[in-house]
């Protein structure tokens, strides 16, 4: 009962986070806690030709806290090298941007690329963030950006 009582001071209001007991015979128990994800909707947006869509993800799994965002292609076929890129990045709860990754682009033919940051808690510090990438469609002569929809927040 003690350990419930310090996992819900640590994180309050937490709905979603399941804790399961793990009970080994002799009576040594472990509390491990489950994963929380989530994903954003989708937005829309349009570039050189090509329709696209975009969103973002959260997780807390196994300890690495990651934000996830993707960008998909959603014309049939595959798209030429470089014509679609995406950026993860996470958030602290106020707004204020804590890790970003690189871009990742499309290989020739592809559809879809994605691109994580990882170990959120650790660059964001132990409070409630968020996910909200950016997208990058080219446009013919550049890059044009769009911002995926934010997850909801997620304690590490």
Known sequence: MELWRAFRRRAPGRVLRVVAIIC??????????????YTSSDAYFSGDGYNYYNFSQISNSAGDDSA???????????????????????????????????????LSGSIEVQQSATYLGDACGFQYFYS?????????????????????????
């Not at 909200?132 to 590490?156: H, I, K």
């Open 68 to 106: 996830y965002s993707t960008s998909s292609h959603v014309n049939n076929g595959g798209l030429p090298a470089n014509y679609l890129g995406v950026q993860a990045r996470g958030y602290e709860a106020s707004g204020g941007l804590c890790k970003e990754s690189n871009y990742a682009y499309t």
């Open 24 to 37: 080994v015979l002799g009576g040594t128990c472990a509390a491990t806690a489950l994963a929380t994800e």
């Open 132 to 156: 909200q990438g950016v997208s990058a469609a080219y446009n013919g002569s550049g890059y044009s950006y769009y911002y995926t929809n934010a997850t909801q927040q997620l304690y590490p």
